[in-house]
């Protein structure tokens, strides 16, 4: 690859991709909680209305999403900020029972993690991005943040993929016919 100048749109989507794992690691926090969130309603469900929901899941919409937000006033911008969950009825949850999740130990766990994530993929984000400015082409990033070239590399193919706009011969054929 010769060297090209960095646009502002790579230096950003170079910040989003580098905290990728970060995002990762929330949907497995968030999967986990799911888990835990799941076997809650379902033990405070009648009975009888989950076997019923077992043996007709399409009857009752038994899924739903829990945000983050409802556990905490603070906004999550770098994660993911819900967890779909099942057995989540809302005619049969009531509000001391999700106010019991919430306050669970489980729960607050959950949150303080869910934070410490979004403070960590916010801070390596903004570094990135710090970082990034007095980087301005693509043979200044490969010599001094050879992590953020491979980034940039692998999603450029991904790009030209993606994009069916790259296909020049294509559109030419395409267009001969006409």
Known sequence: MASERLTINEKDRI???IIKPIIEQSRKELENFGKFAD???KKNLPKDVVEFMDKYP?????KGCIYLSSFIHERIYNIVSYVEVNYFVYS???DTEFDEL???????LFVKRMIELDRKASN?????????????????LKD??????????????EDVKRNECDNIEKLRAELSKL
């Open 15 to 17: 910040a989003k991709s």
């Open 39 to 41: 076997e809650y309603f």
């Open 58 to 62: 399409n009857v009752v919409k038994t």
């Open 92 to 94: 049969f949850i009531t």
């Open 102 to 108: 919430k306050s669970s130990t489980e729960a607050k």
């Open 124 to 140: 390596i984000k903004n570094r990135t991005k710090c970082a990034l400015e007095n980087i301005n082409t693509t043979k200044q």
């Open 144 to 157: 001094n943040f050879p992590e953020a070239y491979v980034i940039l590399t692998e999603t450029s193919k």
